[in-house]
């Protein structure tokens, strides 16, 4: 046996104390395995009284996490705090100016500082290791680090946020109220601690910024990401999908074009038959799209406290067998700067639903409208609202709002939006058009 890997872990939340699970329960089984015991020697959280339901009582206690980031006694800091800034930052970049490797959960601060936080482990000789920042209990980060380095990536995508996949297939499924399965997703542990982060599609985003700067070498631009949430997304698009043979997933997608590289996060169209499709629940999914390789899905846990820790782990196991490749695949000097792709000459069919008022020539104009910009519709349903179903007495009465469903024929976004902005100044529909992206898959 090898000397300890010696770690400090900061931060007891839900994925630390996996973390400090994992170990108990694996500890010596890992240590057999790559000759090296792993001990956790110090940790920190806030509270200190606070019952975690499992000890720490092997380790010592560091009010200061950036104390213990730098605690001589530590050979990696993995950082489990959380948060773009603050003290997960602080303590990240004094473990690295003092030569410790890094394992860090933390998709945020990657996000923002990924590549000042690369070039400076580099500069520092040491790892920055993050594949629990990226869907969880898959292991994306090191498939595109190092199984798919012989592939020039084309696109990577895919569901990349639990607690919005879980929200969307209780409302297909269940019927449920948002509201109600947020709350669900919050007390299982698989939301962010504020969770607009899950539904405005933030998270996913920080995700998506990581996946974009492995696959195509460039630095990392969350600031670049156009980004589309879940709020908008009822259940009348939910059971038009399905009747169209579709499902709305809340989708990041990467790919490289003609006009540099297009990042979006937004609830996209998938056929219902794909198997990102069937992708459902707080599973997550990684599609990435590979010259040799052709396409690769990867499917597991994206959230939870088990699943998180096992991808920590991973990362540990590397730098114990003394694995140390750069955080970005490339080194972080000859990672290229991003050239945003205009997401208005994004090609692509379209989802669009609209509440029109039910008078003469009212079609007519919608098609008009559409046909001013070129845009080709693949399909028209006028949907009889619920109240008009036989049996119940409320009909209603011409001029009345009722839904629209078109599906476009491939066409640029800039088109379909100025359609759109064009019907609705009309004055022909009673509320904002709703429009999805269909993705091909
Ligand atoms: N809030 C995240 C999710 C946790 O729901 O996927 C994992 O990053």
Not at 94 to 123: C, I, P, Q
Not at 294 to 309: I, R, Y
Request: proline share 5%; with cysteine.
């Amino acid at each position: 046996m090898k000397e300890p890997l010696k770690l400090g872990v900061a931060g007891l939340g839900t994925v630390g104390v996996g973390l400090l699970g994992l170990l108990a329960e694996h500890g010596q089984r890992v240590a057999d395995s790559i000759q090296r015991p792993i001990q956790v020697v110090g940790v920190s959280a806030r509270d200190r009284r606070k019952d975690r339901g499992i000890g720490w009582e092997g380790s010592t206690w560091f009010d200061d996490p950036v104390r213990l980031a730098t605690d001589p006694g530590i050979d990696v800091f993995v950082e489990l705090i959380g948060g773009e800034d603050g003290v997960a930052k602080q303590a990240v970049e004094a473990a690295l100016g003092a030569k410790k490797h890094v394992v860090t959960a933390n998709k945020a601060l990657l996000a923002r500082h990924g590549t000042e936080l690369a070039r400076l482990a580099e500069k520092q000789g040491v790892s920055l290791d993050f594949e629990a920042a990226v869907a969880g209990g898959i292991p994306v980060i090191k498939t595109m680090r190092e199984a798919l380095v012989g592939n020039q990536i084309r696109r990577v995508y895919g569901i990349l946020n639990g607690t919005c996949n879980y929200i969307l297939t209780q409302m297909q499924t269940e019927h449920r109220a948002f509201a109600d399965v947020l709350k669900e997703a919050q007390e299982k542990g698989y939301a962010e601690a504020d969770p607009a982060f899950d539904i405005g599609g933030f998270d996913a985003a920080h995700k998506l910024a990581l996946l974009t700067s492995l696959a195509f070498g460039t630095r990392v631009a969350f600031d670049q990401i156009h980004i589309e949430g879940i709020q908008s997304i009822t259940q009348a698009d939910i059971e038009a999908a399905h009747d169209l043979g579709y499902r709305i997933k809340l989708l990041g997608v990467a790919m490289t074009t003609e006009s540099g590289i297009e990042q979006r996060v937004h609830p996209a169209m998938v056929p219902k038959h794909s198997a990102v499709a069937e992708v459902s629940g707080v599973t997550n999914c990684v599609g990435i799209d590979g010259d040799f390789v052709n396409t690769l899905l990867l499917v597991g846990p994206g959230a939870g406290g088990k699943a998180t820790a096992s991808a920590v782990m991973s990362d540990i196991v590397d730098l114990a067998r003394g694995v140390l490749i750069p955080p970005f695949a490339v080194p972080a000097a000859a990672l290229k700067p991003y050239k945003r792709a205009k997401l208005g000459q994004h090609q692509g069919a379209y989802y669009v639903r609209l509440s029109v008022y039910d008078r003469p020539g009212a079609m007519a104009s919608i098609a008009r409208r559409m046909s001013d910009r070129e845009v080709s519709l693949e399909s028209i349903v006028q949907r009889r609202p619920r109240a008009s179903l036989p049996g119940i007495d409320a009909r209603p009465v011409n001029g009345d709002p009722i839904p629209l469903i078109l599906i476009t024929h491939e066409t640029t976004e800039e088109a379909i939006r100025k359609a759109l902005d064009a019907i609705e100044s009309d004055g022909k529909v009673s509320e904002k058009p709703q429009m999805i992206r269909i993705e091909k898959l």
